[in-house]
């Protein structure tokens, strides 16, 4: 009887870590693979927003889709303006794309991005945007309200985005000054 017990207890142990996806570190993706440069020409004291692909996997929103790379039909820039980013997210492609109300926060110090944490009390929902193809998705964010009081310096902002069957990291440069 303790026997059966025992193996009962191990089955549930194995299936419940199944299910709560005890599983290794997901592997990071280096590098960066620049797409093209756009000048904003809305106002001169507007930095030059540099739209790339970033192909450094999110840790925090796992998927099993593999990270692509270099998808120039998905497009992000930004303004900044007074620490209030103007986000806009271009979808060229031929299907709908999606994502999350989450953005990554970097900045460059020594020709290193460091990731910048959100405030602790900053809450992200879980609602789920849908560009259809051929249409642009626009926000305005407070980068003071989300990330706090920023140093100057070069700074980079990344967004996660789902497609069918892959994810890419899309992300725009801009400046604090």
């Not at 590098?31 to 093209?36: F, R």
């Not at 193809?133 to 920023?150: T, Y």
Request: net charge negative; with cysteine.
């Amino acid at each position: 009887m303790y026997k059966q017990r025992v193996k009962l207890f191990i089955c549930i142990c194995f299936v419940m870590m199944m299910f709560v996806g005890c599983r290794g570190e997901e592997s990071n993706y280096e590098g960066e693979n620049s797409l093209n440069t756009s000048q904003n020409s809305d106002s001169s004291d507007v930095p030059e927003a540099d739209m790339d692909t970033i192909s450094k996997a999110n840790k925090q929103l796992p998927s099993t889709k593999p990270l692509v790379t270099g998808n120039s039909q998905i497009t992000m820039n930004v303004k900044n303006e007074n620490n209030v980013l103007a986000i806009k997210i271009e979808n060229k492609s031929a299907h709908k794309i999606s994502f999350g109300g989450k953005y990554v926060l970097y900045r460059n110090y020594d020709n290193e991005w460091e990731n910048i944490e959100y405030l602790p009390d900053v809450v992200i929902t879980d609602k789920e945007y849908i560009v259809k193809k051929n249409e642009i998705f626009s926000e305005k964010i407070s980068l003071l309200e989300l990330f706090g009081e920023l140093r100057k310096g070069k700074y980079k902002i990344e967004k996660e985005i789902e497609l069918t069957d892959s994810r890419i990291a899309v992300s725009a440069k801009f400046e604090v000054k």
